[in-house]
């Protein structure tokens, strides 16, 4: 009996490494086509260079317009999308790990198109004019600002929800569901009321765009 016992957790035990294993060789897989795509993506664009254009920028401290594109245009958008890409994953654990669901996500909790919302809000309706003491947040603040607040409005009311009737994950969730419904509608009224500019704004954010950090 005890030797049955023995040989069942050897085998988990062996089970356990092997996983730890393959965990370890596709996270650094992972980290080296991560490292592979970012120094790809300082070559290619509107204005393609090679390497000797880098190494001479590096080591020679030339300036100039290969200058300017490496250190102030896709320098700085590398670094965005690999610190939000970051951030998204860091909050998706969070949230899969409170909700113990493999599936939950931004979406799930309405979180995502709240944001949108926001930001749609303040593109199509915000008129910072009347506003004077809020002038500096005019251009591209306002809607990443806004779309912060709704964001977290959205998180406030899921968690007054769940606190109140001390809700299981899967109400939760359905109650995640129901304000991404309440706030895509949302959002759809306001691109049908929003002229082409705005319109074409608010899809844009949606969007997204590391290129303008």
Do not use: C
Not at 26 to 36: A, F, V, Y
Not at 134 to 162: E, T
């Amino acid at each position: 009996m005890e030797t049955n016992k023995l040989s069942i957790e050897e085998k988990i035990l062996k089970e356990e490494k092997k996983n730890s294993t393959k965990i370890s060789f596709l996270s650094l897989g992972l980290i080296l086509l991560i490292i592979l795509a970012s120094i790809y993506s300082l070559f290619v664009g509107a204005a393609e260079l090679d390497f000797s254009d880098l190494l001479r920028v590096i080591f020679e401290g030339q300036r100039g317009m290969i200058y300017n594109i490496i250190w102030n245009i896709r320098l700085p958008s590398i670094l965005t999308a690999l610190t939000a890409g970051m951030g998204l994953s860091l909050a998706g654990v969070v949230m899969q790990s409170i909700l113990k669901n493999p599936l939950a996500s931004p979406f799930t909790l309405g979180i995502s198109h709240a944001a949108a919302f926001g930001a749609a809000f303040a593109i199509v309706v915000v008129d910072l004019s009347n506003f004077p003491l809020l002038s500096f947040l005019d251009g591209l603040y306002l809607p990443s600002v806004s779309a912060f607040v709704f964001s977290q409005l959205a998180v406030i009311i899921v968690i007054l929800i769940s606190a109140k009737q001390q809700a299981s994950r899967e109400s939760i969730v359905l109650a995640g569901i129901a304000l991404s419904s309440l706030f895509t509608a949302g959002t759809t009224a306001l691109e049908f009321f929003a002229d082409d500019l705005e319109l074409a704004s608010v899809i844009y954010w949606t969007f997204g765009d590391p290129g303008r950090t």
